[in-house]
C-alpha cells in the first residue's frame, strides 16, 4: 500500500458529483435496456441519478510531438516534495527526444527538462537518487532528511530511456494490492511509478461498467449482471476469464463510482503523458450468451481452481464483433481512448473447442483496431501463453508481450519462442500479496544487458508485474532502474548507494544491513521461483508444514542468518536517521522476515518433541512459538502498511449500508484466507495464497489457528490418543465471515518492538 494511504471509515472514497467538470461529466442518456436503480436495496444517492451515465472526453493515449502542459506535473512534485517542489523548475521539450529528461542547475535551483510530464518526474527522482541522496520508496522515504537547500548538480546530466515500454501492475495487482483503495492512494502509486520512469500503467478499476452497459443489449438484465460480476477483490480474476459471481452482488451505485475512478485515474495518468493501459475485449460471456443471441457460438471454458469459467465467444462470428464495438464504446464514454490494451484469452487452461486460435486472434485484433486504429495489444508471456497459433493470426508489429518468467527460468531464448514479437522483460517477485522479502536482482541485471543486445533481439521494454505492489521498494528501485541506467549496473555498489539515500546519508550500519540483504534475499538465483519463501506461521497448520500457499517455494532461497544479521544492524544505524519512514519500514519488514524465517527452524523442533512424546518440552516449544507471533502481530501493528485494519475500512467505505459493507467486508477477507469458496480453497488450493504477516490478521487468523493445533496435539499427548481431527476450511471460512474491527493506524515504538524481536531471536550464528 503507498505510504500515507491508510483508509478511514468515512464517506465513500470517491462520488460522481466530486469530480472536476473538465474530467467526468454527468449527463442525462436514457438507461440502458433493463437497467434499474442500484441493486441489492440500496438506494441511489442523492448525487447519482440512477440514469444517468459517466463520459469523458476522448483522449489519445499517448502525447503527440508537441509543447505540453507541465501543470500536472508541477502538482504531482508537490505532492512528492512538499518542501522542496519550489526549488524545481519544469521544462518542456519534446525536441530532445522521446523519454529523454535533462537535469541541471545550481543549490536551491534545479531545472528539469523533459519530453512528457513524466519524464520530468524521472528526471526528478534520477536528481534525488543521484545528486541530493534520498529516497522516495514504495513505500517509505527519506525527504525529511533533505537540507534546506537542495544541492548543485555538478554538471548537465541526460538520459533517455533504454526501452521504449516501461509497463507496470500485473492483472492481480488491484485485486491484492486493494480493490477497495481512494483516489488519493491511486494517485500516489501514479506519482511513485512516474518518478521512477514508467510509462505505461494497467488501469482496471471500473473495469466491469462497460460490460455491465453493453450486455444489457444482448440480452440480459441490469440484475442478472449483477450477480454475474464479481466483488471488486475479486475482479481480476474475472476479466482474465477464470470466474464470476463471487463476492457480489454489486450494485450499480458501485459499478458507477469505480468507474468513475477509473476514468479518473485514467486521465490523470493522460496528463502526465503517461499510456493508460485499459482491459480489451476478447470474448468473455456471461452463461446463456448463444440461446439469447441466435447465430453466436460460445465455448465453455471447464474449470478454474474450482470456479466456472464464464463462457468463451467465439471472436470470428458477428456476434463477437457486434458485442466488442458496444464494449469498447462503452468503455471510451467512461475511460476515453488509449493507444494500449491488455488482453490474455485463454489464461492458464482456456478451452479452445472447435476455434480456430489463429482466427480468433486476429479477429480480437481486428475488433480492438476498429475502435482504436492501430493500438497494441499487450499480451501476458505465462505459461504456455501466448502460443504460436495465437501469434500466427495478429500483426505482432502492434502485440506487446509483458514476460512473466524472464527471471523464473534458465535457458530462456524469447525471440526463439515468440518468433521475434516485442516483449518486455518481466519480473513477478511477488505472488498474492506475500510480504516476504527478496528478488532475483542478479538474474535481472544478468540478463537484461545481453537480451537487449542480440543482433536479433526482439526485448522491447521492463514490465514491473508483482501480483501486489507496495512490498517490496529496493526492488522496485532496481528494477525500474534497468530502463534508465546507460551502463551495466553493478548489483553491490547499487545497493550501497540505496542504503545511503534510503535513509538520507551514509552510515556503516545501513550499509552492512543491507549488504547482508544483497547476498541473501536479493540475490536468489533462477531455475524455479522469482519469489522467496513465505511465513510458516501463516501456513495451515500441521507439523509437516512446508510454506503457507501451494504454489509457492518450500524451503529457504537464501541463508537465514543474512536477514537475522541485517536486523542486528539496522538496530544500530544512527539514532538521527531512525526517524525518516523509510527506516521505520525497512526495520519493521526486517524484524517481521526474521521471525518468520525463525519459524522454519521451530517448527521442525515442536514436531520432534511431539513425535518423542516429549510434552514438557513440546509445551516449552509451542509456547515460544506463540510468543512469537505475539510479537510479530506488535511489530506488523506499528507499521501503518502492515495493517489488516486499513484494508477492512477501505472496504466497508464503499458500501452504502451495513448489508453492503458486510459484504465487501467478506469480499476483501475470503481474499486473504479461503480465496474463494471450498472447492476453490481445497481442490483449486487456494486458501493461503494470499497470506501476509499483517497485524490483525496473524493475531485473528493465524494465531488462533495454530493455537487450535497445538491444543489439538497436547490433548493428544496427554490423553495418548490420535489428534482430533480440525475442518480449516470452515475454520477459515468463518473467519472470512467475521466484522470484528481492527485498528486502522498503527501503535507502539517500531524501534522497541524490532528490538525485542532481535533480543528473543538466537543469533544468526545458531539459526
Known amino acids: 500500500m503507498p505510504r500515507g494511504g491508510r483508509r478511514l471509515p468515512g464517506p465513500r472514497p470517491l462520488t460522481l458529483a466530486a469530480l472536476p467538470a473538465a474530467l467526468l461529466a454527468l449527463i442525462s442518456a436514457g438507461p440502458a435496456p433493463g437497467a434499474t436503480a442500484p441493486g441489492a436495496g440500496a438506494p441511489a444517492p442523492a448525487h447519482v441519478r440512477p440514469d444517468a451515465r459517466v463520459t469523458v472526453p476522448a483522449r489519445a493515449g499517448a502525447p503527440g510531438k508537441r509543447s505540453f502542459d507541465t501543470a500536472p506535473a508541477r502538482a504531482a512534485l508537490e505532492r512528492l516534495l512538499p518542501r522542496h517542489h519550489g526549488q524545481f523548475t519544469l521544462v518542456p521539450d519534446t525536441a530532445a527526444g522521446a523519454d529523454t529528461f535533462t537535469v541541471s542547475g545550481t543549490a536551491g535551483a534545479i531545472t528539469v527538462r523533459g519530453s512528457t510530464g513524466a519524464t520530468l518526474l524521472t528526471g526528478v527522482g534520477w536528481y534525488l537518487q543521484h545528486v541530493a541522496g534520498a529516497d522516495i520508496g514504495w513505500p517509505g522515504d527519506s525527504i525529511d532528511l533533505l537540507p534546506a537547500r537542495l544541492p548543485a548538480v555538478p554538471a548537465p546530466v541526460t538520459r533517455g530511456a533504454q526501452v521504449p515500454h516501461r509497463y507496470a501492475l500485473n492483472d492481480t495487482d488491484d485485486g491484492y494490492s486493494g480493490p477497495y483503495r481512494t483516489f488519493e492512494e491511486h ?83 493522460r496528463g502526465l503523458g503517461m499510456t493508460p493501459v485499459l482491459p480489451g475485449y476478447f470474448g468473455t460471456v456471461p452463461p446463456e450468451f448463444a440461446a439469447r443471441n441466435p447465430g453466436a457460438a460460445t465455448v465453455a471454458q471447464g474449470d478454474w481452481a474450482g470456479f466456472d469459467r464464464p463462457d468463451w465467444l467465439d471472436p470470428a462470428s458477428p456476434a463477437f464483433r457486434k458485442l466488442a464495438a458496444a464494449y469498447y464504446a462503452e468503455q471510451r464514454a467512461v475511460f476515453g481512448d488509449s493507444s494500449m490494451y491488455r488482453m490474455s484469452p485463454l489464461h492458464e487452461g482456456g478451452q479452445t473447442g472447435s476455434v480456430d486460435v489463429g482466427a480468433a486472434a486476429g479477429a480480437i485484433q481486428e475488433a480492438l483496431h476498429a475502435a482504436h486504429p492501430g493500438a497494441l495489444w499487450a499480451v501476458l508471456g505465462w505459461q504456455d501463453d501466448p502460443t504460436p497459433e495465437l501469434l500466427a493470426g495478429v500483426d505482432t508489429s502492434r502485440l506487446l508481450i509483458l514476460d512473466g518468467l524472464s527471471d523464473r527460468y534458465n535457458r ?17 517477485y511477488n ?192 509456547a515460544e512459538w506463540r510468543e512469537d507471533e505475539a510479537k510479530l502481530d506488535a511489530v506488523t501493528g506499528s507499521d501503518p502498511n502492515f495493517l489488516l485494519g486499513s484494508r477492512l475500512a477501505g472496504a466497508r467505505a464503499w458500501g452504502a449500508d451495513r448489508a453492503e459493507q458486510d459484504r465487501y467486508e467478506y469480499d476483501t477477507r475470503s481474499l486473504l484466507s479461503v480465496w474463494g469458496r471450498r472447492s476453490t480453497s481445497e481442490g483449486g488450493f487456494l486458501h493461503d495464497y494470499a497470506n501476509r504477516e499483517w497485524s490483525g490478521l496473524v493475531s485473528e487468523l493465524y494465531a488462533r489457528r495454530w493455537a487450535l493445533y497445538f491444543d489439538s496435539l497436547e490433548e493428544a499427548l496427554v490423553r495418548r490418543t490420535a489428534p482430533r481431527a480440525i475442518d480449516w476450511p470452515a475454520f477459515e471460512e468463518e473467519w472470512a465471515g467475521r466484522t470484528t474491527r481492527h485498528p486502522d493506524r498503527p501503535s507502539g515504538d517500531p524501534y522497541r518492538l524490532a528490538a525485542a524481536v532481535a533480543a528473543a531471536l538466537p543469533p544468526a550464528s545458531a539459526g
Request: proline letters at 6%; charged letters at 20%.
Open 187 to 269: 494517485q500516489r502509486q501514479i506519482d511513485l511509478l512516474a518518478l521512477h520512469g514508467i510509462n505505461e500503467v494497467f488501469v482496471q478499476v471500473g473495469a466491469e461498467y462497460p460490460y455491465y452497459r453493453a450486455l444489457q443489449d444482448f440480452g440480459y438484465s441490469a440484475e442478472e449482471l449483477r450477480q454475474w460480476i464479481p466483488g471488486p477483490a475479486h475482479q481480476s480474476w474475472w476479466l482474465l476469464q477464470n470466474l464470476s459471481g463471487f463476492g457480489g452482488p454489486v450494485t450499480e451505485r458501485l459499478m458507477r463510482e469505480r468507474a468513475a475512478l477509473g476514468g479518473r485515474i485514467a486521465e490523470q495518468l
Open 412 to 428: 530462456l531464448d524469447r525471440e526463439a519462442r515468440w518468433g521475434g514479437a516485442p516483449y518486455a522483460m518481466g519480473t513477478i
Open 431 to 622: 505472488f498474492g500479496g506475500h510480504t516476504t522479502i527478496g528478488a532475483n536482482t542478479s538474474v535481472w541485471l544478468e540478463r537484461f544487458g545481453p537480451w537487449r543486445a542480440k543482433d536479433d533481439s526482439a526485448l522491447a521494454g521492463i514490465a514491473y508485474l508483482p501480483e501486489a505492489t507496495g512490498t517490496n521498494p529496493a526492488a522496485f528501485d532496481l528494477f525500474t532502474d534497468l530502463a534508465w541506467e546507460p551502463g551495466v549496473i553493478d548489483q553491490r555498489q547499487w545497493f550501497a548507494d540505496f542504503a545511503a539515500r534510503r535513509y538520507g546519508r551514509p552510515d556503516a550500519a545501513a550499509a552492512a544491513a543491507w549488504e547482508e540483504l544483497r547476498k541473501g534475499p536479493y540475490s536468489t538465483s533462477s531455475g524455479l521461483w522469482s519469489e522467496s519463501q513465505d511465513s510458516l506461521f501463516t501456513a495451515r497448520p500441521a507439523l509437516t508444514a512446508a510454506g503457507a500457499a501451494y504454489w509457492s517455494p518450500k524451503s529457504m532461497r537464501y541463508p537465514a542468518g543474512s536477514v537475522r544479521r541485517a536486523l542486528d544492524q539496522l538496530l544500530k544505524v544512527a539514532p538521527e536517521l531512525r526517524g525518516s519512514s523509510a527506516y521505520l519500514f525497512d526495520l519493521v519488514d526486517t524484524a517481521r522476515q526474521a521471525l518468520a524465517n525463525h519459524s522454519r527452524v521451530l517448527l521442525p523442533r515442536i514436531k520432534a518433541a511431539y513425535e518423542a512424546k516429549d510434552l514438557p518440552l513440546f509445551r516449552r516449544l509451542t
